[in-house]
């Protein structure tokens, strides 16, 4: 079987259903004639990915880039002003930053304080929704699986400013998602657990094939109840894997969190 320049198998060797399943308007939400062009008259409409650094997030973008009735344009990212980091995966900007840089996409970083109330976070994400409309944008990616409460939230909020929201994975067993990000070469390390759903000691721990048989009973294998959040350093669509360490674990607000930080000089060792 063919594989690209870095050893990784076709993302099609595994999803099988891609084309199938993100090409029509009756399966996921990516049919390219449901959503309007961009503003400025390509024939494809542009989207922004909603990035969370994480897996989910860049699964949803590899299978958006696959299917290819969409022209992602950029991610936009909410980052905790005072930390200086990704809000709750607790990721430092220079790396969020070098994530970007790897996949090729322009970063717009939506600045919220800490705490954030509610009202300042949607008026925040508000002017991000308009800068995205007066570029063309007319689509936005999110990685949700299963959370209608999630889902319900982001289509309301979006309704009023001709943006589409857009699901690629929406409703696949989360089993199977786990699976198949290890099998298209999707690296990942967990940023922050919640103690209260999954053992304080996975953080730090690299998204493997160890970690999912070592997972509780109960526990989402990609975390989707907020078990656990991830930060990727690798998969398809990077250019270069980013190299990092796992430093300093801490807990704080309720969570457990692991310090990522970038290592030049140390190579990347997760046993996929």
């Given at each position: 079987m063919a594989r690209d320049s870095v050893g990784r198998k076709p993302f099609s060797a595994h999803y099988g259903w891609t084309v199938r399943h993100l090409g029509?308007?009756?399966?996921?939400?990516?049919?390219?004639?449901?959503?309007?062009?961009?503003?400025?008259?390509?024939?494809?409409?542009k989207a922004w990915m909603s990035w969370s650094s994480g897996k989910d997030s860049a699964l949803a973008l590899h299978a958006t880039r696959m299917a290819g009735a969409i022209d992602v344009v950029g991610l936009v990212t909410t980052v905790n002003s005072t930390a200086d980091r990704v809000a709750m995966h607790a990721v430092r900007r220079s790396l969020l930053e070098a994530q970007a840089d790897a996949l090729g996409l322009p970063l717009h970083v939506v600045e919220l304080p800490w705490p954030c109330p509610n009202d300042v976070y949607e008026e925040r994400m508000a002017t991000?929704?308009?800068?995205?409309?007066?570029?063309?944008?007319?689509?936005?990616?999110?990685?949700?699986?299963?959370?209608?409460?999630?889902?319900?939230?982001?289509?309301?909020?979006?309704?009023?400013?001709?943006?589409?929201?857009?699901?690629?994975?929406?409703?696949?067993?989360?089993?199977?998602?786990?699976?198949?990000?290890?099998?298209?070469?999707?690296?990942?390390?967990?940023?922050?657990?919640?103690?209260?759903?999954?053992p304080a000691g996975f953080a730090g721990r690299w998204y493997d094939e160890a970690l999912l048989r070592d997972l509780p009973p109960g526990v989402d294998p990609c975390g989707e109840n907020g078990e656990f959040h991830t930060f990727v350093v690798d998969g398809p669509g990077f250019s270069h894997p980013l190299e990092v360490n796992v430093g300093e674990i801490v807990e704080r607000d309720g969570f457990v969190f692991a310090d990522v930080v970038p290592s030049p000089e140390v190579a990347i060792t997760s046993p996929l």
């Open positions: 029509g308007p009756d399966d996921y939400d990516l049919p390219g004639r449901a959503i309007n062009s961009s503003a400025d008259g390509d024939q494809s409409p991000a929704c308009v800068a995205a409309k007066d570029a063309g944008v007319s689509a936005m990616i999110f990685g949700d699986l299963f959370l209608e409460d999630i889902r319900s939230y982001r289509e309301r909020s979006l309704a009023g400013f001709g943006i589409t929201p857009l699901f690629p994975l929406w409703l696949r067993p989360t089993n199977e998602v786990a699976r198949d990000l290890l099998h298209v070469g999707m690296r990942a390390v967990l940023t922050c657990v919640d103690p209260a759903q999954a």
